[in-house]
């Protein structure tokens, strides 16, 4: 398990991938709502989280022979839809993110800031745009996956490692 997430070198096919992929969401989405009810500073997990995410679509892409740099195609893609879902499921699902917004610049502005005020903002602004934030998640890890499993598995050995069931056997049709 720590392999599939954490390393990028490598090879999975689409079942596995789709595995890691449920797993990732349920962690992403745990540490959303962890990090809103919790303390912020569980919202430093993110950066494990979104590390196990390029690991594993980076083996994807080594699954089809290609090299994992293509991920970052899959990054700027995943934040621009993250993006745009969030500009639209805000203000549809979301609580008011603006006057929490304001409520800690507020609290940050005059001679004595203060910071019970805006950590308390802060909360509140965690707080509304928490669902919008799982909702939109979900569906761009839907959207990628679907552009990943476009991506077949390459039958044979390639440079990222062994074909399928690590049998280096070629599945192309022999002339005979």
């Known amino acids: ?7 990028p070198n490598g090879r999975i096919d689409q079942p596995t991938y789709w595995r890691a992929v449920l797993i ?3 962690a992403s989405t745990a540490v959303t709502v962890l990090s809103t009810y919790v303390t912020g500073i569980i919202g430093l997990l ?7 995410w390029i690991a594993v679509h980076a083996k994807r892409f080594h699954d089809n022979g290609k090299t994992g740099w293509l991920q970052l195609f899959v990054i700027l893609f995943a934040w621009l839809v993250l ?3 969030q ?3 805000a203000p549809l699902v979301g609580g008011d993110i603006e006057a929490a917004s304001s409520a800690m610049s507020d609290a940050l502005s005059g001679r004595s800031p203060d910071f019970q005020a ?3 903002a802060a909360r509140e602004a965690a707080k509304a745009s928490m669902v919008p934030e799982i909702i939109s998640t979900l569906i761009a890890t839907g959207i990628i996956g ?3 499993s476009l991506f077949k598995t390459d ?3 390639n440079v990222h490692g062994p074909g399928p069931a690590g049998s280096g056997f070629d599945f192309t049709p022999s002339a005979n």
């Not at 398990?1 to 390393?7: I, Q, V």
């Not at 993110?46 to 196990?52: I, K, L, P, Q, T």
């Open 87 to 89: 500009l639209f499921l």
């Open 24 to 26: 990732l969401f349920v």
């Open 1 to 7: 398990m720590m392999n599939l997430l954490f390393n």
């Open 146 to 148: 679907l552009v990943m």
């Open 83 to 85: 993006y745009v879902l």
């Open 155 to 157: 039958p044979n050995d």
């Open 46 to 52: 993110s950066f494990v989280v979104m590390w196990c």
């Open 118 to 120: 805006f950590f308390s």
